[in-house]
């Protein structure tokens, strides 16, 4: 199922996926306006494939099942982006190559070369981001900008699944955490939320407030304020979990 907000409420893939676009279709009127025939134009709509394709797969929630075919096609059309730029510094100054030029037109190659700069940045950048594993800094960083705001207080992290709210923390810091985090959990509480579990997440053995989900689990919701929500499971278990992997529907 696509879900656009992905994208949307992530401003690196937001900008990345613009901004290729924008490469593409640059790329595609210098190459029309130059009357280039031949290989070429398999480059252009190879390069929209892949761009659709990865916007597909962060819709989908889905690059972490295709990250490693991502990075290959990604390779390749590295290799596409360079031999169009040879290509075209090769038609501008007149050096015979494999590809059909019927008319020389300098504003048409430059267009092509610029769109090629936009296109071969951003294919740096995806390289760098699908590329990188959870916790490294490229990560972290996509992390610290994928941020869903759902009210004022809460914030939804998308993109990379977040690291545990409590498991890194050193003890005295989690045992105070604990206590605020301890909510009394009524059983007569109206659950008139639904929420879609973002990520996996495992209970603390330690705090017993809190419940264990899977990805893609649909929780009853009582509260929906501040870090912590007051849930309840499918098989009646309730307690208490971190506003960050879940997401209302």
Do not use: C
């Not at 659709?52 to 596409?80: E, H, M, N, P, Q």
């Not at 951003?122 to 594993?133: A, N, P, R």
């Amino acid at each position: 199922m696509f879900d656009f907000s992905l994208i949307a409420n992530n401003p690196f893939y937001l900008a990345t996926l613009v901004l290729s676009l924008i490469g593409w279709i640059i790329t595609f009127a210098g190459t029309a306006a130059a009357k280039i025939s031949g290989a070429p134009w398999f480059f252009i709509i190879f390069e929209l494939f892949i761009i659709l394709g990865i916007a597909a797969a962060i819709a989908t929630d889905s690059v972490k099942y295709y990250r490693f075919a991502i990075l290959t096609f990604l390779g390749v059309s590295l290799a596409f982006i360079i031999a169009a730029d040879v290509i075209t510094i090769d038609s501008v100054n007149g050096t015979p190559s494999f590809i059909n030029i019927s008319a020389q037109n300098p504003q048409a190659f430059q267009a092509i070369a610029a769109g090629s700069i936009f296109l071969s940045i951003v294919t740096f950048v995806w390289i760098f981001s699908f590329g990188s594993e959870e916790g490294s800094i490229v990560v972290n960083s996509i992390n610290s900008l994928a941020i869903n705001k759902v009210d004022g207080n809460t914030t939804h992290h998308r993109g990379f699944p977040p690291s545990g709210p409590i498991a890194m923390m050193p003890t005295s810091i989690q045992q105070e955490q604990q206590v605020n985090n301890t909510v009394a959990v009524s059983p007569n509480a109206d659950y008139a939320y639904k929420a879609k579990a973002l990520y996996d997440y495992q209970a603390n053995p330690d705090d017993l407030s809190e419940l264990s989900f899977a990805k893609g689990e649909i929780l009853d919701i009582a509260d929906n304020k501040g870090k912590w929500w007051q849930a309840r499971k499918a098989d009646g278990s309730t307690g208490i979990a971190p506003s960050n992997y879940l997401q209302l529907v």
